[in-house]
Each structure stands twice: as structure tokens, then as C-alpha cells.
């Protein structure tokens, strides 16, 4: 197996951004038409990605005109120019094939914000004690009489509710 990696560890893309299914991508793919040779803008969601070295593949879907669009990519090809991520999903799966059935609002996939280098859920460091000088001193306790109460705050007897029966 070391024979292999070895073998294509020279086709292999050097830098190929961190990415997941539910990330947004743009992806940069190089066009041939005739002699010119221009570069086309795929953007949408990774479903999925599969294989591994130089032959690792992953999916974008995309809505283009209210038809969904599914393309799969090599990620070491020279075909595909460049990737470049938009945005982070927060999705608890692989492979994102629930998204064929759903449209509008329920294809939605919320963007995921803070996380821990595992990728894990976010960590969060426990507060450290502040000094007693830093707090701010605490007001005098106030004496509770009528002086005190403000006008109208005298407690009021509640109204017994009258029950409906049907029928009546």
C-alpha cells in the first residue's frame, strides 16, 4: 500500500481546503471551449465525499433555476482550479442524500459557529474566580414597610373564575 501512496503523492494537490459535507463551496472548474480555456464558478453544498489520495471525489448540489444540480468533483483534478469554502453546515451526517426530497426552507442547513479543534461540540473554559476588589459593592438592604411600597402595589383579591359547562 506505501507503493501506491507513493505513486501519487506527486499528483496530489498541495493545499485543498479543510471542507465537510453541509460546508458551502465555490468551486473553480476549468472550461475548454475551442482554443480558450476559462474558469467556471460552481457554488452549493457538499453532499458528500468519498475515496481517498488521488482518487478522493466529493458532491456539491445546487438549485440553478429551481432544478437541483448535482456534480461530482476529483479533488486532486487539474480540471478543478480551485475550492474555496463560503460557509460552515452544522449537519450530524455523511452523506447528505435527505436533501433530494426537500425544498424552500427545509433544505436549509444551519451554519455552525464556534467548535472545538476535534470537532466536537464547543468547549467552553471554565471562568476563573475574580478578586474581591473587582466586584462592585453590594447596595444597603432596604427595610420593608409601607413607606417603601410604591403607590397602588397593595395586593388586590383574585376573581374566582366561573366554570362553562356545555349546555348552558
Known sequence: MDI??????????????????????????????GDKVRSQIFQGVVVSRAGAGARETFTVRKISDGVAVERIFPLHSPNVAGIELVR????????????????GRSARIRERTAE???????????????AEA???????????????????????????????????
Open 4 to 33: 501506491l501512496r507513493n505513486v501519487e503523492a506527486p499528483h496530489l494537490k498541495p493545499e485543498v481546503p479543510v471542507f465537510a459535507p453541509g460546508d458551502t463551496v465555490r468551486v473553480a472548474v476549468r472550461v475548454v471551449e
Open 88 to 103: 460552515k453546515g452544522k449537519v450530524r451526517r455523511a452523506r447528505l442524500t435527505y436533501l433530494r426530497g426537500r425544498k
Open 116 to 130: 472545538a479543534p476535534h470537532g466536537g461540540a464547543e468547549s467552553v473554559a471554565p471562568e476563573e474566580p475574580r
Open 134 to 168: 473587582e466586584l462592585p459593592p453590594a447596595p444597603p438592604p432596604q427595610a420593608a414597610g409601607p413607606e417603601t411600597a410604591p403607590a397602588g402595589a397593595a395586593e388586590k383579591p383574585k376573581k374566582k373564575k366561573k366554570s362553562r359547562a356545555k349546555g348552558e
